[in-house]
């Protein structure tokens, strides 16, 4: 069963910056489409940005400009570089992936359980 991983959360002052990693272990074929989402206190979960595998990249309104996402073949990794980090950002950070661009399209493909990213004022 194919398990996402994400690392790298943890609280950080407004105004900084914070990496975060995808990882697939143990997968031994590749994702088309890896983004990732977040989840507020009371609020619904959130598209956040997206890469595919032609390098293409799609951003949140909300992040662009402070978020940069990108893939890692080396270490089969997806990075969320975040930088001037605001307390609204504030979150659980899930990883997605999916087979194919359709299959994101259509809601499917993988899960992570998520990292906090907690934003101080």
């Known amino acids: 069963q194919v398990q996402l991983v994400e690392s790298g959360g943890g609280l950080v002052q407004s105004g900084g910056s914070l990496r975060l990693s995808c990882a697939a272990p143990?997968?031994?074929?590749?994702?088309?489409?890896v983004g990732w989402y977040r989840q507020a206190p009371g609020k619904p979960r959130e598209f956040v940005a997206r890469i595919i595998s032609d390098g293409r990249t799609n951003y949140a309104d909300s992040v662009k400009g402070r978020f940069t996402i990108s893939g890692d073949n080396a270490e089969k990794t997806v990075k969320l570089h975040m930088s001037s980090l605001k307390p609204e950002d504030t979150a659980v950070y899930y990883c997605?992936?999916?087979?194919?661009?359709?299959?994101?399209?259509?809601?499917?493909?993988?899960w992570g359980k998520g990292t906090l990213v907690t934003v101080s004022s």
């Open positions: 997605r992936a999916a087979l194919t661009t359709a299959g994101w399209d259509s809601g499917t493909g993988y």
């Open positions: 143990g997968v031994s074929f590749s994702f088309n489409a």
